[in-house]
């Protein structure tokens, strides 16, 4: 079974998501210039918003490259002495995230970018708290190090207790072991119409400057859009169950986290300067026995145009509801379990989908977490 997301969120002038040039990311799409919020960038709002972890009710993975400070804070909570975790630590993490050819740390101490789950980190504590003698005898100290970091290093991980790790997978180029299967693939955001970027010169006051003193304290521009962003997320329920050890009753928390995160996560880029924080005006929801996926960005090839005094959001919807009706005619809806859609603006144009609607949040979420089965294993 999938999980399929699409959404039409409208956000006022912002800069959510910024390119190497401090500017909004944009792309082209159906000969225009779109505006366009990363994969990357939506996942990390969904898996750090609050709502997430509240729902799962497990804490998430850690994505870092300091894992000599992981360790050490949690070592030196444990109650071992400073001086003796700084001894060990670094040669174990050294070991611990090398392959054959690149020492897992670099000059700074730093491992390459790792992404941990939380009861990862406490099973290597534990195994170094467990052989905390071996490692300072001379004779032990480089076997036991070796001992401990191997199953870590070598042994390949199929499953994970970190439900943003168990969606969003992680991969390794130089620890393949470690690679973990993604169950949620999650597009790039793009506006249903043609964008262009604006510019906000700005100017700072020096407080303690005279009034006779002329000139500002500081002065800048920072780049900024509007749009209309189209969002689709898919989810393989079999891959997630699988990759939560079978657990079903998790994978299904997760589904729901996922669903409410998205909702309410928006990404964070200038905030405290444009403050875009828009909820959905359209969230549809499909839950599908098997077979293809059903992107919906072909609904905006050709670009929404605004209408008269009524804005982006409705032919936005308008659009995304013909092209879901055309989809189901020509390819069917067998495949199909159940499908639902909530809608912030009740007079929001639907008719391929008026009778997927729901009322509010929780029966959305209930409505597709009811559908999912045990978790059977996508071909």
Not at 120 to 128: D, G, N, P
Not at 365 to 373: I, K, M, N, R, Y
Request: charged share 25%; glycine share 8%; proline share 4%.
């Amino acid at each position: 079974m999938f999980v399929e997301l699409h959404m039409i969120q409208n956000f006022s002038p912002s800069n959510l998501n910024r390119d190497d040039t401090n500017n909004p990311k944009d792309c082209e799409f159906g000969g225009v210039r779109r505006a366009r919020i990363s994969s990357q960038c939506i996942k990390r709002a969904i898996r750090t918003c609050r709502v997430f972890a509240e729902v799962t009710g497990v804490d998430l993975g850690t994505r870092t490259r300091l894992v000599t400070r992981l360790l050490r804070d949690r070592l030196i909570q444990a109650g071992r002495p400073e001086v003796e975790v700084d001894a060990i630590v670094p040669a174990f993490v050294d070991k611990y995230a090398a392959d054959k050819k690149t020492p897992g740390l670099d000059k700074e101490g730093r491992t390459r970018l790792l992404y941990v789950s939380e009861s990862e980190v406490a099973e290597l504590v534990k195994s170094l708290l467990d052989n905390w003698g071996a490692l300072f005898a001379e004779d032990t100290r480089d076997g036991a190090i070796a001992t401990i970091a191997k199953p870590y290093g070598r042994k390949p991980r199929e499953v994970t207790s970190a439900p943003d790790i168990a969606l969003f997978g992680r991969m390794l180029t130089a620890l393949p072991q470690l690679n973990l299967e993604a169950a949620c693939q999650v597009a790039h955001a793009i506006s249903t119409h043609r964008v262009t970027m604006e510019m906000d010169f700005f100017t700072a006051v020096d407080d303690l400057q005279e009034s006779e003193e002329t000139g500002a304290g500081m002065m800048g521009f920072v780049g900024f859009d509007s749009a209309c962003f189209y969002r689709y997320a898919r989810i393989d329920w079999g891959q997630l169950v699988k990759s939560l050890k079978g657990d079903v009753d998790l994978a299904r928390r997760t589904v729901e986290g996922f669903l409410r995160a998205s909702l309410a996560a928006v990404p964070s880029g200038k905030q405290n300067t444009f403050a875009a924080h828009n909820p959905p005006s359209l969230s549809l929801a499909v839950v599908r026995r098997d077979g293809m996926g059903w992107s919906l960005a072909n609904a905006f090839e050709r670009p929404v145009r605004a209408e008269r005094e009524g804005g982006l959001v409705a032919p936005s919807v308008a659009a995304l509801d013909q092209y879901w009706g055309r989809m189901c005619d020509v390819y069917g809806t067998a495949t199909l379990a159940t499908i639902a859609a909530l809608l912030l603006e009740p007079d929001l144009p639907l008719d391929r989908l008026q009778d997927a609607r729901v009322q509010n949040v929780d029966q959305w979420v209930s409505v597709v977490t009811g559908a999912l089965g045990a978790g059977e294993v996508s071909p």
